[in-house]
Nanobody, 120 residues
Framework: VQLQASGGGLVQPGGSLRLSCAAS????????MGWFRQAPGKQRNFVTG???????NYVDSVKGRFTISRDNAKNTVYLQMNSLKPGDTAVYYC???????????????YGQGTLVTVSS
């Protein structure tokens, strides 16, 4: 199983970016998908998650600015980030809780990370 994240880059404060993360490989089912981020010199923190039914949750600091969505047919999760602030600068890691076989419990997989830099 692999998760491939893309879409990071340099953006000015107030700008927008859209991250994508596609899961591939031997996948029976995916429950939760989402994103963590790690700012320079800090620990990795949860940002947002979405269930396979579409229920979402967000850390307070991004509510109203970030929107998570997923395409179950493509095993892909997206993160639309608007009104970006310098404090959003971090490496963003996607995750997915994946069962590789019908009778297996799901395990959490992480993508390789994509850097988002918000700076003028």
């Amino acid at each position: 199983v692999q998760l491939q994240a893309s879409g990071g880059g340099l953006v000015q404060p107030g700008g927008s970016l859209r991250l994508s993360c596609a899961a591939s490989g031997s996948i029976f089912s995916i429950t939760s998908m989402g994103w963590f981020r790690q700012a320079p010199g800090k620990q990795r923190n949860f940002v947002t998650g979405i269930s396979n039914g579409g229920s979402t949750n967000y850390v307070d600091s991004v509510k109203g600015r970030f929107t998570i969505s997923r395409d179950n047919a493509k095993n892909t999760v997206y993160l639309q980030m608007n009104s970006l602030k310098p404090g959003d600068t971090a490496v963003y890691y996607c995750y997915a809780d994946i069962a590789v076989r019908k009778d297996n419990a799901a395990s959490r997989y992480y993508g390789q990370g994509t850097l988002v830099t918000v700076s003028s």
